[in-house]
């Protein structure tokens, strides 16, 4: 079955200094993953995506993520945090919603809120 | 921005009683989404449709129903509230591209069931 595991449900960061969001994932099938950002009593925001190619994918914010096959893992990383990108992140994989795939879910982790300090 | 609008944003009602949600898109995309939100478990999907009056059950259905009429609209029912049902409620759009790979969600419907 197809999961998505974020290890740390919460990562505090000082402002500017290098976050790691870590996000592995479960799948049998093609891997197609995503990276969203909530921020609070928002609705979620495509940060980046991984559908083919280049397994480094950069995305919006400053944000980019590193697609590692033998690893399993997509983990997210910004080189110098702002305030501003406190927020709770959520790693997903997309999966065929039935056989032919014709039609596809998000199945999510569980997020991580990146709480940036001042 | 996906055009997607949630209404209510904000609803509180009691146990047992009828209540629909309402997701509505300006593009004129196919595949639509119910996915809730609960604390641990990330969002979850409800139901999905991939055209007017075409929807399917997703992995956490029981309690819900849904209708697309029109492109434009998807409503999500539930037929008789229970608290478990507290959660907030995002609808989200697929564009088709990539495969309908990707999705793009609405701002949310936060709904209390006491």
């Known amino acids: 079955a197809q999961s998505v595991t974020q290890l740390d449900s919460q990562v505090p960061v000082f402002e500017e200094a290098p976050v790691e969001l870590r ?96 | 921005d996906a055009g997607i609008t949630q209404s209510p944003r904000h609803k509180v009602t009691e146990t047992g009683t009828p209540v629909t949600l309402r997701c509505h898109q300006t593009e004129n995309h196919r595949y639509m989404y119910w996915y809730r939100q609960d604390p641990g478990h990330g969002l979850r999907l409800i139901h999905y449709s991939y055209g007017v009056k075409d929807t399917d059950k997703g992995e956490v259905s029981d309690g819900y129903s849904v209708s697309r009429s029109k492109t434009e609209d998807f409503l999500l029912t539930l037929e008789s509230a229970t608290s478990s049902q507290t959660s907030v409620y995002f609808c989200a759009i697929s564009p088709g591209t990539s495969g309908n790979l990707e999705q793009y969600f609405g701002p949310g419907t936060r709904l209390t069931v006491t």
């Open chain 1, 23 to 118: 996000c592995n994932y479960s799948s049998s099938v093609s891997v197609y993953l995503f990276w969203y950002v909530q921020y609070p009593n928002q609705g979620l925001q495509l940060l980046l995506k991984y559908l083919s190619g280049s397994t480094l994918v950069k995305g919006i914010n400053g944000f980019e993520a590193e697609f590692n096959k033998s690893q399993t893992s997509f983990h997210l990383r910004k080189p110098s945090v702002h305030i501003s990108d406190t927020a709770e992140y959520f790693c997903a994989v997309s999966v065929p919603l039935n056989y032919g795939g014709a039609t596809n879910k998000l199945i999510f982790g569980t997020g991580t809120l990146l709480a940036v300090q001042p």
